[in-house]
């Protein structure tokens, strides 16, 4: 079951290029494969290794992002990546048990 | 890592392009620039482009991006000019130069292989920028 993540971008310079660089250097670190939607757009799904796949999905603040990650270490994938977004204060759908056992 | 070279008629335009590179990767990347006539005029020259292929390979292979026209010429020359070697581990990329050599750095950065940098490159030939 992949892990899943939606959260509503919060850094101000959304995903250009130079957090797009740090986005795919981070995503580089785990081997989980992981995809970016931008639904505010309904762009999407581009590969967060890929640097020009995710500034083409022009996501800007405020925008609502999925991250879906399939692999080994597929939660810390999606929170490392969604920490670089800024959604510290994301709303996680499914398949965090850590953080469901620590919401909760 | 694969190594990038810049192949511009302008040693500003280079120059700027490995700034960019190096910053968003850290400087991770070796990016060697060749750019301007052998008089330091507007232009390229393939010994030059040659030397830089050298300078950045560091056994897994180039990354050659070119600006316009007599640029790309040049680095067809250049991969000539190349000892048998070092030119198998050399590609030349079909992009736009600055997408092209920012994706292929950090591309490249994550210690992916020649093939998989010349394919970040040559993804720029379709990037959108408006949204379109």
């Known amino acids: ?104 | 890592m694969v190594g990038i070279v810049i192949v511009s008629h302008s040693g500003k335009i280079a120059g700027g392009i490995k700034d960019l590179i190096e910053q968003l990767t850290q400087g991770r990347v070796r990016v060697e620039v060749a750019a301007g006539a052998v008089d330091g005029s507007l232009g390229t020259d393939a010994t030059a482009i040659t030397a830089a292929i050298q300078r950045a390979d560091t056994g897994e292979g180039v990354a050659v991006l070119m600006d316009l026209g007599s640029a790309v010429l040049s680095a067809e020359t250049a991969l000539d000019l190349l000892p048998l070697e070092a030119r198998k581990r050399a590609l030349l990329c079909d992009a736009p130069l600055v997408e092209g050599a920012v994706a292929a750095g950090v591309e490249a950065s994550l210690g992916s292989d020649l093939a998989a940098v010349r394919q970040a490159a040559e993804m720029s030939r379709s990037l959108t920028k408006l949204g379109g």
Do not use: I
């Open chain 1, 1 to 104: 079951m992949p892990t899943e993540l939606r959260l509503v971008v919060k850094s101000e310079l959304g995903l250009h290029a130079r957090p797009a660089a740090a986005f795919v250097q981070a995503a580089a670190r785990f081997s989980a494969r992981v995809e970016v939607h931008n639904l505010t757009t309904g762009k999407g799904p581009a590969s967060a290794r890929s640097l020009l796949a995710l500034l083409s999905l022009g996501v800007r603040q405020g925008h609502e992002v999925r991250l879906v990650a399939e692999g080994e270490q597929e939660s810390e994938a999606v929170l490392a990546l969604a920490e670089l977004l800024g959604g510290k204060d994301a709303e996680l759908e499914k398949g965090l048990d850590q953080f469901q056992g620590a919401g909760a």
